[in-house]
Nanobody, 126 residues
Framework: EVQLLESGGGLVQTGGSLRVSCAAS????????IGWFRQAPGKEREREVV??????????VYADSVKGRFTLSSDNAKNTVYLQMNNLNPEDTAVYYC?????WGRGCPIEYFGFWGQGTQVTVSS
């Protein structure tokens, strides 16, 4: 059974930093693309991509809204992906979800991701 377990969310002030983690089990981690998506308050039908990484060749994609502030990394030995989030602002407030895809897609298309974690809340106060 594939499991994705997010951790590290919390409350932070504007300009602060957080690191969220995604620990994966039940899959060949090195063969997968791992993505982070987020769902903001009041946008229950909209889950937007934040970033994703191919564990096959290390390709990384970032959404324009987080470029230069967020950094995605993967530790294949620990089957864990880390999203370091710096210079956070209230617009980053959302539930952050980790997801896994067996294929790489340009722009991290959400429909490629068949396995999902339960999400972790990130709240940025102004």
């Amino acid at each position: 059974e594939v499991q994705l377990l997010e951790s590290g969310g919390g409350l932070v002030q504007t300009g602060g930093s957080l690191r969220v983690s995604c620990a994966a089990s039940g899959l060949a981690f090195g063969d997968y693309t791992i993505g982070w998506f987020r769902q903001a308050p009041g946008k229950e039908r909209e889950r937007e991509v934040v970033s994703c990484i191919s564990n096959v060749d290390g390709r990384i994609v970032y959404a324009d809204s987080v470029k230069g502030r967020f950094t995605l990394s993967s530790d294949n030995a620990k089957n864990t992906v880390y999203l370091q989030m710096n210079n956070l602002n209230p617009e980053d407030t959302a539930v952050y979800y980790c997801a896994a895809s067996a294929v790489w897609g340009r722009g991290c298309p959400i429909e490629y991701f068949g396995f999902w974690g339960q999400g972790t809340q990130v709240t940025v106060s102004s």
